[in-house]
């Protein structure tokens, strides 16, 4: 009989085709272009930072201006093997020539627009043939000039796939065997269920660049326009693609992209083989990206968001007393984060006695056990119930607030509060002398009201 009682005991799934998967980042090019954030040359440093940090394979950036060519050699100087730092480019030489001319980078995007709306009506050409005839010649430029190259195929989801793009995929191979293929879902249209074909099918779509064409190199590159981009991402690899492209926090342009840390997460704790990444900074990036960029992070955003092991119900806070794995999917160190107990209208006894015995402690610098029927406990319970009962409270209550409950019922009446009683003779009824003195009896932590 199988026994799941903690996170070891749990077994991991296995990618389909066991190859080696990577993660390249696109905070500092696709996410760059969220609106209403500007990522300064600082910044994309100290993103660079995390994402060494973190094990990232590969980012790329923009290379047009010389803010973008500034923080490129900021990032170069560190002397880092990974990421590794590549370019972008529009599928013309003069693009391409800007990334040349930029020292140390050796790979670059080129992109390669699909769809008919991004043909007839964005560049204005007059045909499919003559965009093909664009994005190859672009392509060979690149490699006759010593770049390893990416293909990004832009708005796959939305385009005549088997007329036209998977000819030109075709035609890309033979020039660069090794290019890799980037599936750009590019407003979200894509599909991560099996059997869903032209031209959705995240998974018929990898299926046919590997096992039809014989790329070596698969990308997807997922938008969240329908909050599928990670499990998009995610089907690209169990359907062979060897690569994702995704940012920070899913930052870009309208619903954003694929989240890497989502990603992560779920590669790391779920599947074999990913022992290679470090998530232990993703909550201090989050921090970053929301103090210095502005990002606002929900509380409840996967991974990172601050209710992610904050526990208030009674219900959860009991289990995850007695084991957090109970009602945490994976501890909170593994991404950097702290577990958290709130007391709310939805708290229990037991959460409030570990807050009480948890400010007993800090406070007194010793471990002091409160019993659940401890009446000071049970009064602390109902003061708090009467502040929500009464509509004065519609928020939990906080550490400091805590803090003040257990000086004035476990501190402040210990000291107070006295037995008042008359020395008596046993062996007399007589009253006792007027000038009798009252003794104090203060009481102990473990005694019972």
Known sequence: ????????????IELPYGQEVSISDSTLRDGAQMPGIVIRSKHKVQIYEYLHMIGI???????????????????????????????????????????????GIEETGILMSVSDPHIYDKMKLPSREAAQEKYLNALQYAVDHGLRTRAHVEDMTRADNYDFVFPLVEKILEIDPDCTI??????????????VDEPYGIPTIVKYLKHEL????????????????????????????????????????????????????????????????????LVEFAKFMEKEIGIRIPRNKSVVGQNVFAH????????????????????PEIVGGKRNFLIGDSSGIEVLKFK???????????????DKSDKRLRSIQADIQRLFNEDKRVSCISDEEIRAYVKKYFMFN?????DLHRREDDDSQDPAPANNKRELKPRMYDEVD
Not at 86 to 97: H, K
Not at 356 to 370: A, G, P, S, Y
């Open 312 to 331: 208030e119900s009674g219900i959860h806070t009991a289990g995850v007393i007695k084991n957090p794995f109970t009602y945490e999917p994976y501890p």
């Open 1 to 12: 009989m199988k026994t799941y009682r903690n996170y070891d005991d749990l077994p991991k």
């Open 57 to 103: 394979e590969k980012l790329e950036t923009f290379v047009y201006n010389e803010r973008d060519r500034k923080a490129i050699k900021l990032m170069q100087d560190r002397g880092y093997e990974f990421p590794e730092i590549t370019g972008w480019a529009r599928a013309n030489p003069a693009d391409i020539d800007m990334v040349l001319n930029v020292d």
């Open 356 to 370: 009480v015995q948890e400010t007993l402690k800090e406070m007194m610098d010793v471990h002091i056990e409160v």
């Open 214 to 281: 014989g790329a070596k190199n698969i990308e997807t590159h997922c938008h969240d326009d329908f909050g599928l981009a990670v499990a998009n991402s995610l089907a690209g690899y169990w359907h062979g693609a060897n690569w994702s492209n995704v940012t920070y926090l899913g930052i870009g342009e309208r619903a954003g992209n694929a989240e890497m840390e989502k990603l992560l997460v779920f590669l790391k704790m779920r599947v074999n083989g990913f022992e290679k990444y470090d998530l232990s900074c």
């Open 182 to 195: 980037r599936i750009c879902d590019t407003i979200g249209y894509g599909i991560p269920f099996m059997d």
């Open 414 to 418: 210990t000291i107070m509060n006295q």
